[in-house]
């Protein structure tokens, strides 16, 4: 089915350590983005990119990257792991253009840092 | 700076009574106003969008959210609750012509039997 691929569903990591969340979507959207879903702060944008080899910092970039090398993929690289960092992320992409249109989201990603 | 503010965090009614969810925005141009439910341990689901023209939306599952420029306001309505509504509710603001989303702390919907 057509949508936003995340893997994996689920992660724990030791602090220091490093990992790759990956997201893939199959719909051609232009505008990928990265948030972080903590309880009671909604979500808040990690990264974002409007296309291939574009990407800019959101609300909390800190302790993240990204590229972005195709269409269809938009990794989010944690560099060395912190418990701040537990939380869900979810990747989400939509259609330039069409500022109404509406972000699709994928299910997520639940990273437990100890 | 742009936000949104959804005052309460939690809200609990019972089934077959109507709901409103309360939603205020800022932001300096014409705003792209979403809502998403998140049921638990799922990802999000668009309900409805604004962009321009009528202002009360109609949306998926029998929401309408009413936007009010004057007040800043996009509130979400049902006029009645079933056990399955029960979830988190988030509304949102679609900004550099929605490059990005900027989102709302969420309220937790519980349905009483």
Known sequence: ?114 | AQSVTQPDIHITVSEGASLELRCNYSYGATPYLFWYVQSPGQGLQLLLKYFSGDTLVQGIKGFEAEFKRSQSSFNLRKPSVHWSDAAEYFCAVGIQGAQKLVFGQGTRLTINP
């Not at chain 1, 089915?1 to 350590?17: E, R, S």
Request: neutral net charge; charged residues 15%; aromatic residues 10%.
């Open chain 1, 1 to 114: 089915n057509a949508g936003v691929t995340q893997t994996p569903k689920f992660q724990v990591l030791k602090t220091g350590q490093s990992m790759t969340l990956q997201c893939a979507q199959d719909m051609n959207h232009e505008y990928m983005s990265w948030y972080r879903q903590d309880p009671g702060m909604g979500l808040r944008l990690i990264h974002y990119s409007v296309g291939a080899g574009i990407t800019d910092q959101g609300e909390v970039p800190n302790g993240y990257n990204v590229s972005r090398s195709t269409t269809e993929d938009f990794p989010l690289r944690l560099l060395s792991a912190a418990p701040s960092q537990t939380s869900v992320y979810f990747c989400a992409s939509t259609k330039a253009g069409t500022p109404n249109y509406g972000y699709t989201f994928g299910s997520g990603t639940r990273l437990t840092v100890v």
